[in-house]
Structures are given as structure tokens and as C-alpha cells.
């Protein structure tokens, strides 16, 4: 997708600011995901919901064949709605309430990725209640360091997920007393945007050696599950805007060591959605200060967090204008300093009424909105549906 190829026309007649998802890009992305995954037995992939609820993206996710990785009872509710089989379902989550595990229940979920042993002896007591028996799978801490964002590293033993693996034999042991969970795999992740595919094979060769220490306790497990976490490209939408899911698949095709009959299941979110989103917004004034000048626009970090929360960076085009470059801060309306999307960029000269586009915004972008400042929600539109 290039600067020439949104629908601008159409897109003027929308009210800013507002969410635009490239239904063609999606498509590709999937069919890469699915042809590169299937080109390996074993492999399953689960959607990370939490990156983009949407329920028309959704649609398409569950379409090409993926399951659904959910952290919260809404997400599974959104995922049954968007007609995910809840036999593709996974359950992840430190924090999970009694009303959110007795919907896995109900509805016989894939799996639970259980984070405690009192998460575990909770499970175990509401399965009972029902007189079923629920399938969970360990999320071990692999103590594996990514490299991205302190804020979305999740594998270092200081962080609040998982279970420490060096207890990963008591909880097994725990499970095998316990009447109504049945133990059908071994679950992590590490972190999120990550584009260094050594970080995976660290990864790879912590669970190789987890699944030794079975291997010599005469246990085995269906399924390994490695989360998610491959990034996208934020500095080139339009020349990388598919990532390098190939090496993704084949990194652990190489260097994971599965068992016969084993499956191996993965929970990728930003990298399926990242690159098919755009947000749109309208310059509402031009201000000129004494060292620089600001573009105000009429979104803000109610629509899109990350540059506030993560100093995430994004691409951001000015689509209606063909004037020589100047350079702005591209700043929003809300009553805080930290709502900028970026500082000191070139961007074509900017005047009240402009269309800017902030771009690779498909995944942590709509679905983390809020209404602070009593703002309206961004509305998401799919490009099918111009």
C-alpha cells in the first residue's frame, strides 16, 4: 500500500479521527501465514485477539483458519461471536476470574494457559463443579530476554507472567492429583516486536532443554505453544508490509526439538494486523511556536497510545498535500504534554482541513482506545466495505 493507493476521495467523506483497514493487505498477510505455517506438520496458529478486536478483522482472521489466542472473558466472547470454533480457542492470562475460566468451561475451550498453582487448584475446583475436566497447559518463564520495549519483554524471570521454570515438575505433579485438569502441553512467551530471530532461538533452546528434563522423568506433553511476538517494520509500511513470517516458521522448524506427535502452536497478533491498519486524522491548526512548529491534529492518544505509553515510533503522511516539506511536531488535543504522535518530522506542508494518515497503527491501536476527556471512540472501517 502506497501513498497513492487510499481511497482518499472516500476517505474524506469520513469523520476523523478513524481507523482504516486494507481488507486486501490482511488477506495476503494471511495467506502468508497460513501457506509458510502449513508448510510444516504440526504447526497451529492461534490469533492474538488482544492486538485487534475488530469485529470485521476478526472475521477475516477466523476465515483464513486461524484459532484464538484470548487473555480475558470478553476476548473469547468476542472470538465465539466472531465465529472462532471453540475447539481453536486458547485461554491466557495471570489474572483470570472465576466467571471468565467457568466460560472456557462452558463452552470447552482448547486449552487454559495456566500462570499458578492457585489458578490451577481454582480451574480444578470450578471444572469439578461442572463434572468436566479441563485442559491446561503450563506458561513456564523461560527467563529469556527479548530485544524490544522493557514494557512488552514478558519471558525474564522478573516479570509477573508464568510460572518459574524450575518448578515446572512440581506443577505437573500438582496437576496429575488433581481429578478434573488433564496437563496437555507446556506454554510461553516472550515478549512482543521482536525482529531478531536469535531471540527465538534462545527460546528454542530453553524449551529443548525443559522438554530433556521430561523426556528423563518419562513425561510427555501434546502440545508446546511459544506464543507470539514476531514484529513489523514501523519505519517502511509500504516496502515491508508483510513480515518475514518464512524465517519466523523456520526458525523453529530448525531449532525446536519436537516429539513425535507433538504440535506446536503459536499466538501471533501485531504481526497478522500491524501493517493492514491506518489511522486517519485532520490537521485542525497549524501553530507556530518560538523554536517549532506544531500540527494539531484531531486525534490523540485516546486513539493511538503507543507513541505516549511505548515513545512508539510511527509513520505518518500527509495525503493531501503537495507542498515542499516543513518540519512539525504532530501533536493532539489532549489536556496532557505526552499526547504527541511525533517530533520533529517532515511532513508537506500542513493546512487546517489536511488528511494525515498514521500509519502501521492495525495492531494496539483501536483496541486500546479510551474515552478520557469524555472523548467519542475512533470508528473502524474495512476497505470492502468503501
Known amino acids: 500500500m502506497t501513498k497513492g493507493t487510499f481511497p482518499i476521495d472516500k476517505l474524506q467523506q469520513l469523520q476523523t479521527p478513524f481507523y482504516y483497514y486494507d481488507a486486501e493487505l490482511l488477506r495476503q498477510t494471511l495467506r502468508t501465514i497460513t501457506d509458510e505455517a502449513g508448510s510444516h506438520e504440526g504447526f497451529c496458529v492461534h490469533y492474538a485477539v488482544k492486538a485487534n478486536a475488530n469485529p470485521q478483522v476478526l472475521r477475516h482472521i477466523r476465515q483464513a483458519g486461524l484459532g484464538a489466542d484470548c487473555v480475558s472473558g470478553g476476548e473469547i466472547e468476542a472470538a465465539l461471536r466472531a465465529g472462532f470454533p471453540a475447539s481453536k480457542i486458547v485461554f491466557a492470562g ?16 482448547f486449552c487454559f494457559n495456566v500462570e499458578s498453582i492457585p489458578e490451577l487448584e481454582v480451574i480444578n475446583e470450578l471444572a469439578a463443579a461442572k463434572g468436566k475436566t479441563a485442559r491446561v497447559a503450563f506458561r513456564l518463564n523461560p527467563n529469556v530476554g527479548a530485544h524490544t520495549h522493557a514494557n512488552i519483554t514478558t519471558g525474564l524471570a522478573e ?7 524450575n518448578d515446572m515438575l512440581k506443577v505437573i505433579d500438582e496437576a496429575r492429583g488433581m481429578e478434573h485438569v488433564k496437563v496437555v502441553g507446556l506454554h510461553f ?3 512482543s516486536q521482536i525482529l531478531d530471530m536469535g531471540d527465538f532461538e534462545a527460546l528454542c533452546n530453553r524449551v529443548n532443554e525443559l522438554q530433556e528434563i521430561l523426556d528423563r522423568h518419562r513425561i510427555r506433553v501434546e502440545h508446546i505453544n511459544v506464543g507470539g511476538g514476531l514484529g513489523i517494520d514501523y519505519q517502511h509500511p509500504n516496502r515491508v508490509a508483510i513480515p518475514d513470517f518464512k524465517a519466523y516458521f523456520d526458525t523453529y522448524a530448525k531449532k525446536l526439538k519436537l516429539r513425535p506427535g507433538q504440535t506446536l502452536h503459536f499466538e501471533l497478533g501485531r504481526a497478522v494486523v500491524g501493517q493492514c491498519g491506518t489511522l486517519f486524522t485532520r490537521a485542525l491548526y497549524i501553530k507556530v511556536g518560538s523554536v517549532k512548529q506544531f500540527c494539531i491534529v484531531d486525534a490523540g492518544f485516546t486513539d493511538l497510545i503507543r507513541p505516549a505509553l511505548y515513545q512508539a515510533y510511527h509513520k505518518i503522511e500527509n495525503l493531501t498535500s503537495d507542498e515542499a516539506p516543513e518540519t512539525y511536531d504532530v501533536v493532539g488535543p489532549i489536556c496532557e504534554s505526552t499526547d504527541v504522535f511525533a517530533k520533529q518530522i ?6 487546517r482541513g489536511d488528511l494525515i494518515a498514521i500509519r502501521s497503527a492495525g495492531a494496539y491501536g483501536e483496541i486500546m482506545a479510551s474515552q478520557y476527556n469524555c472523548r467519542r471512540l475512533p470508528k473502524g472501517y474495512m476497505s470492502d466495505d468503501l
Open 159 to 165: 516479570n509477573k507472567f508464568g510460572i518459574d521454570m
Open 346 to 351: 517532515d511532513l508537506n506542508r500542513c493546512r
Open 94 to 109: 495471570v489474572g483470570k476470574s472465576d466467571w471468565e475460566i467457568n466460560l472456557g468451561l462452558d463452552n470447552d475451550i
Open 189 to 191: 512467551h516472550i515478549g
